[in-house]
């Protein structure tokens, strides 16, 4: 079976601190893609990046970065630097190859307080 | 035009009522999505379509159907609806579903109470 864990229900930091958002992903196929979305209060949910899994390079994107790790199971994402901007629900999200299914973790809200 | 678009944004129902949930993209896409997100839990995907053709359905409850009258609009009928049923719902659209590394574009949502 497929499941997207996201542990951290929510973080609270203060501004221009660095913050690590966890995702633990669980799947039995070798061909998978996994994505991160940002939802800000306004609702729609806004891609962030996406990985296929024979591509383990770490990406930095700005303040973003992103460390995939097959070994672990883990797609975890860190802000450097917050700002109040980032506050938002982040979803890391499953895709197998070939299936028409997606596997969305609960979400991690941020709050950055000023 | 922003991307993907809702109507309405909100939507209060009683369980006896029949309403439908609107959902157009403008990023000349042909596949489309309904999502339901409850409070912290993951998104729930309802229904996909492909070149308006339905290949998913995740054991979604009748009183929930879908239409896809062409690839650039989606629509979820609504009717008998419970309690339960008040959540965020939020439609997504991406260029192709057989493409998996595809991101998706997701609309603003529409937020259902059902009294």
């Known amino acids: 079976a497929q499941k997207v864990t996201q542990a951290q229900t929510e973080i609270s930091v203060v501004e221009k601190e660095d913050v690590t958002l966890d995702c633990v992903y669980e799947?039995?196929?070798?061909?998978?893609?996994l994505f991160w979305y940002k939802q800000p209060p306004s609702g729609e949910l806004v891609f962030l990046i996406r990985?296929?899994?024979?591509?383990?390079q770490n990406e930095i994107s700005g303040r973003y970065s992103w460390n995939f790790q097959k070994s672990t199971s883990s797609f975890n994402f860190t802000i450097t630097a917050s700002q109040v901007v980032d506050s938002a629900v982040y979803f890391c999200a499953l895709r197998l190859y070939n299936f028409n299914k997606f596997y969305f973790g609960s979400g991690t809200k941020l709050n950055v307080k000023p | 035009e922003t991307g993907v678009t809702q109507t309405p944004r909100h939507l209060v129902m009683g369980m006896t009522n029949k309403k439908s949930l609107k959902c157009e993209q403008h990023l000349g896409h042909n596949a489309m999505y309904w999502y339901k997100q409850s409070a912290k839990k993951p998104l729930e995907l309802m229904f996909v379509y492909n070149f308006k053709e339905q290949t998913e359905n995740n054991s979604v409850p009748s009183r929930f159907s879908p239409e896809c009258p062409n690839s650039s609009h989606l629509f979820l009928h609504l009717h008998t609806l419970q309690p339960e049923d008040s959540a965020l719902y939020l439609c997504?659209?991406?260029?192709?579903?057989?493409?998996?590394?595809?991101?998706?574009?997701f609309g603003p949502g529409t937020r259902l109470t059902v009294t």
């Open positions: 799947t039995r196929d070798t061909t998978y893609y």
């Open positions: 997504a659209s991406s260029q192709d579903l057989k493409r998996g590394n595809d991101e998706q574009y």
């Open positions: 990985r296929n899994s024979f591509d383990e």
